[in-house]
């Protein structure tokens, strides 16, 4: 989870400590539509998970991802 | 430093992030790199780039048309008029990877092949051919990562971005080093450890015998990775020894052991006793006038590379591999981050040699009865040349290189010094050194530049580190003011610029009779000679000189 947090920091160019497991697309200006792509993509690569293309547009806010990592 | 990303797909992520480290051009859109290169108006060149770096996705050049062929062809046409028309910027262009996944009859042929070689062959012939144009290896990183990961289906569909997060990671990587590169920073010297180093084992405990090193099984981690170490030597990187052992255990297994790839005359010195490393690695920089921020210490041993890190900070200490069949894969990862190079020059190959000679001058020195004798008995030969398209490239590589003796310490690439000789006002000369003992090859680079009728200034006077402490210099300035004092000029200017590692030189104009004009708060001196008086003061000749 830490480093999914790191993830977002990074893609989103924010600060650690303001990004949540709530942070949402919706309330993020920096969580534009190309960055959300980026970020799915670098999530996939670097938790070495899969997100179905179908799902993409589902992930709302950073807590999302976890439904995956999980599997 | 100045530079543009361009590319017939969207790089747009990579291009962000390298605008972190550099002045970027943004180019709009994506797919315009051919008018981009060859509209001498284009935004790209009033941008004025130092390095352009053309980033070429095989399918999307070759996809749809049905002669690819002739699309190659007038690519690599485009390429050559940008790279002819524009000496002075450095061109990185990709090699292509083709996958296009078309679902096809064995029999039809693996067109891709074909295509991928025609593009590397044409871009070889350019590099061949011109200065400032380079092969980008991109196909070398696909294959070593694979297609699987290289490319990024899901990006691809989602948002037309075509390599993968991981991918654009490592054209960044590679762009970087090719940036450092031509910028000329890159480590001089290599210092190595023995035991469990170069070969497996202890040769004090198992002998010549005993040690792991062959051409098969285990053996093989170790001459394989000898191998990849003599390559980065032929690169013109030194090697040296730190080993502690009985010097002559160790130097029997470099003598004869018939797996060695590495032998005696590979290294500059050896340092195999009891001392402490980092003693030895301080007396190697000191006896080859080399930093010790130019030095890599390997050594499989903790201890070592701790203790080494912890008394010479400025010495990098890479970790050395856990699992040794990765040793060749160490000595690529010490060849990328250490010592990448573009192009080597004739001195590169023969530059263990020409340390070696200088570690037996000294020793001569050693037997001299006085400094003086010495230098007389090197019988050194000195030759002034014009500086031309024929030298510039060691010529250049001496502006990036020299820190010591280097009094303004102004970096050149070969294009910009051949911009300046064909400028009027210009003049640059280079100094070849040799003496008993061999060859030094070139060594000293001087700039002169017009400033009136009556006075010349000294743009760049420099002096390799090897032939430092000769007074060489006093001859090469002797021949510069006469030359200047024929051609009618009055007064020469000179300066010293202050770095971190020209002190050597700080006084040097003092020594050879300059008057002192001006010093600024950042310790910028400025001098003057009158050419007119024949020079008073005592300026030293150990050498015979030919110029021009």
Same mark, same amino acid.
């Given at each position: 989870?830490?480093?999914? /947090?790191? =993830? !977002?920091? &990074? ?7 303001? +990004?949540?497991? $709530? ?13 959300? /792509?980026? =970020? !799915?993509? &670098? ?7 899969? +997100?179905?293309? $179908? ?17 | ?548």
């Amino acid at each position: 989870m830490e480093k999914l /947090i790191e =993830l !977002v920091s &990074e893609i989103l160019n924010l600060d650690k400590e303001s +990004i949540s497991l $709530e942070t949402s697309r919706e309330k993020t200006s920096a969580w534009d539509s190309l960055n959300h /792509i980026r =970020l !799915v993509a &670098e999530v996939e690569e670097q938790l070495n998970i899969k +997100i179905p293309f $179908e799902k993409v547009p589902d992930i709302k806010k950073v807590g999302d991802f976890l439904d995956y990592v999980k599997e | 430093m100045k530079l543009s990303i361009l590319s017939n797909i969207n790089l747009d992520s990579l291009i962000g992030r390298l605008s972190k480290l550099y002045d970027v051009y943004k180019t709009e859109g994506y797919g315009a790199w051919i008018q981009e290169i060859i509209n001498p108006d284009s935004g790209l060149y009033s941008f004025g780039p130092d390095m352009v770096f053309i980033i070429i996705d095989g399918e999307e050049m070759c996809n749809g048309q049905s002669k690819s062929n002739s699309t190659i062809d007038t690519n690599i046409s485009y390429i050559e008029e940008a790279v002819k028309n524009n000496p002075d910027i450095t061109f990185f262009v990709s090699n292509i990877d083709l996958w296009t996944r078309k679902i096809e009859s064995v029999k039809s042929g693996a067109k891709e092949r074909r295509l991928e070689f025609l593009w590397e062959g044409g871009l070889f012939l350019l590099s061949s051919k011109y200065r400032n144009v380079y092969v980008f290896d991109l196909k070398s990183i696909v294959e070593d990562k694979g297609r699987e990961q290289f490319y990024s289906k899901k990006l691809w569909y989602l948002g037309g971005i075509k390599y993968s997060m991981k991918a654009e990671k490592l054209l960044e990587q590679q762009i970087n080093r090719c940036i450092a590169s031509a910028k000329g920073i890159r480590k001089k010297c290599l210092v190595l450890d023995l035991d469990n180093t170069l070969w497996g084992g202890v040769v004090g405990e198992g002998g010549l015998e005993g040690i792991e090193l062959s051409d098969y099984k285990e053996g093989a981690r170790y001459k394989d990775f000898q191998r990849r170490l003599k390559e980065i030597k032929d690169l013109g990187i030194i090697l040296a020894i730190a080993s502690k052992n009985n010097f002559n255990d160790a130097i029997k297994v470099i003598r004869e052991h018939k797996h060695m790839v590495l032998r005696e005359e590979d290294f500059v010195a050896l340092k195999i006793n009891w001392d402490l490393k980092s003693q030895n690695i301080r007396n190697l920089s000191q006896e080859l006038n080399i930093g010790l921020d130019s030095m890599v210490f390997i050594d499989d041993n903790p201890i070592e590379r701790e203790s080494v890190k912890r008394e010479l900070p400025e010495v990098t200490v890479p970790d050395f591999p856990q699992d040794t069949s990765e040793l060749v894969d160490f000595a690529i990862e010490l060849y990328n981050d250490y010592f990448y190079t573009l192009n080597t020059t004739d001195e590169d190959t023969v530059k263990t040699e020409k340390y070696r000679q200088n570690m037996k001058r000294r020793d001569a020195q050693k037997s001299s009865a006085s400094y003086e004798d010495f230098l007389l008995s090197l019988e050194t030969k000195i030759e002034i040349r014009r500086l031309s398209a024929e030298n510039v490239q060691r010529a250049a590589q001496l502006t990036q290189k020299t820190n010591q003796f280097n009094l303004t310490t102004k970096r050149y690439s070969e294009q910009e010094l051949l911009a300046m000789i064909g400028e009027r006002g210009f003049e640059g000369f280079v100094a070849y050194v040799s003496d008993r003992f061999g060859d030094n090859g070139m060594v000293s680079v001087v700039i002169t530049k017009h400033k009136t009728d009556s006075e010349v200034e000294l743009d760049t006077f420099l002096l390799s580190c090897r032939v430092m402490g000769r007074f060489i210099e006093d001859q090469i300035i002797g021949f510069i003011e006469d030359l200047h004092k024929k051609s009618g000029y009055k007064k020469l200017i000179t300066y010293y610029k202050p770095t971190e590692k020209n002190v050597p030189v700080k006084d040097l104009f003092e020594r050879l009779g300059y008057t002192l004009l001006d010093v600024d708060s950042t310790g910028n001196k400025k001098y003057v000679l009158n050419l007119g008086k024949s020079s008073t003061c005592s300026r030293k000749e150990f050498g015979e000189l030919r110029a021009l």
